[in-house]
């Protein structure tokens, strides 16, 4: 673990994108062979937010990231740093800068990051560096996903479990540092179990030079897999984590896993011995939003008033990659 050269991290807001539409499941439904009883007792879920045709993933982050901004009581000329944490930009080349414009957020260096549904949880930490080391001193971190343009409709195996969603916290340098600990992990190994594969066919181009062009496929998943997986690494990551801050599952006041599967929520919980009114829990209404479902449940709980300046929390972000990470801090 490096330990910090002399400056803290503070968390002073946190934002989230309002969706209105939601599909539910019964709506699914009629979709695919399945029901309501089937999703909700396998994974918890009832509805997930859709995006509009007028949203985009740059305007869902920037809705998120103005909340975030608002609550910490700055202005975006005072963001050094946007950082976005998404595996399904408006653009390949990167969607934070679009964000960064439509914030006016001119002095800030943006930039997108892709870890799945780890993102969110690797972009704190990495954004917590740049802090850390006196590089940037407001940081705009944001989770945002669009699944909805990437699930195949007609394979209930997944169209059930994803939906879409934007959350954001805004990082400060601080005297006292409120990331206690943290851990990452990778497995490529894995990467069979979950994926937004490129297919390519091979074209002649000129002479003997041929390039490959193609497109992006919907996701697929191996469900067992991602579940074993997860309820294994998920509270291994989580004791380290809690060991660097040298805290005890008894000092976390909020457990804040990646909203995949309520089975999954309630398998770690039991497992670190944290009791269910401790443990967050909104995928009955977002379903799995991938880097947003951190942000997204960590402000809905700020802003009822249940997380408070002080709490400690525990959370997790676990998915595609495979990759994994946890990250151990005080809000406020
Ligand atoms: N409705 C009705 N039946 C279904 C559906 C559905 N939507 N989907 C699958 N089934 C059927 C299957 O066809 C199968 O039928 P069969 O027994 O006749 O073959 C049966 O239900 C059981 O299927 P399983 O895949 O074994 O179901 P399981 O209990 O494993 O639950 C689930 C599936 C919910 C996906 C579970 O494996 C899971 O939650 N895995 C973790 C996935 C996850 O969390 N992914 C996201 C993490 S990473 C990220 O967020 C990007």
Redesign the pocket.
Known sequence: MVKQTGYGVAFAGSGSADISTALSNDD?SQI????DE??AT??GIRQRRIAGAADSLATLSAEAARGAIAMANLAPADIDLILLATSTPDDLFGTACQVQAALGAQRAVAFDLTA??SGFVFALITAAQFIRTGAYRNVVVIGADVLSRWVDWQD???????GDGAGAVVMQAAETDRLLGFEMGSDGSLNGC?NLNYQSETQPLVGEVQVQTGTFLP?T?N??E??RF?VNRVPEVLEKSLFHAGLDTADIDWLIL?Q??Q??LDAVAKRLKIPSDRVVSNMAKHG?T?AA?IPIALDEWVRSGQIQPGDKIATSG???GLTWGAAIFEWG
Do not use: D, K, P, Q
């Open positions: 699914l695919v062979e399945t029901s089937w999703i396998r994974t799945a549904c209930r195996t997944t169209c059930v479990l994803f979950l996701i998943m469900g067992r991602v579940y997860a990646h995949a599967n089975r999954i799995n991938s479902s676990f998915g595609a």
